[in-house]
């Protein structure tokens, strides 16, 4: 699986931004898509998920009501729809995927767990 991440930059304070993330490759439904981001000199940290079907999805508490994420399988793509974005949410953000092996929040917020990563795309809130 191929994951092309896109849509970020640079946004004000209180504005949207929707990631996109498109997938080549193999079953593309078959695979559970998350999104986390990374600041310099931190540790990649888990945003959200969505299951494979698209019935599940999970989030970090902080972006609950925030964030939405969401995926069109038809068009092998998944979403971050980001709102009310504040300058903490500066950060690159990536795309992953893993397979159904991996199920549940426990699963879904480990990074370790991914088998297929994205480029990462830039996303920066100006206050």
């Known amino acids: 699986v191929q994951l092309q991440a896109s849509g970020g930059g640079l946004v004000q304070a209180g504005g949207s931004l929707r990631l996109s993330c498109a997938a080549s490759?193999?079953?593309?439904?078959?695979?559970?898509l998350g999104w986390f981001r990374q600041t310099p000199g931190k540790e990649r940290e888990f945003v959200a998920a969505?299951?494979?079907?698209?019935?599940?999805?999970y989030y970090t508490y902080s972006v609950k009501g925030r964030f939405a994420i969401s995926r069109d399988n038809a068009k092998n793509t998944v979403y971050l729809q980001m709102n009310s974005l504040k300058p903490e949410h500066t950060a690159v953000y990536y795309c992953?995927?893993?397979?159904?092996?991996?199920?549940?929040?426990?699963?879904?917020?480990?990074?370790?767990?991914?088998?297929?990563w994205g480029q990462g795309t830039l996303v920066t809130v100006s206050s």
């Open positions: 490759g193999r079953t593309f439904s078959s695979y559970a």
């Open positions: 969505i299951s494979g079907s698209g019935d599940s999805t």
């Open positions: 992953a995927a893993v397979g159904d092996y991996c199920s549940g929040y426990g699963c879904y917020n480990d990074s370790r767990r991914y088998d297929y």
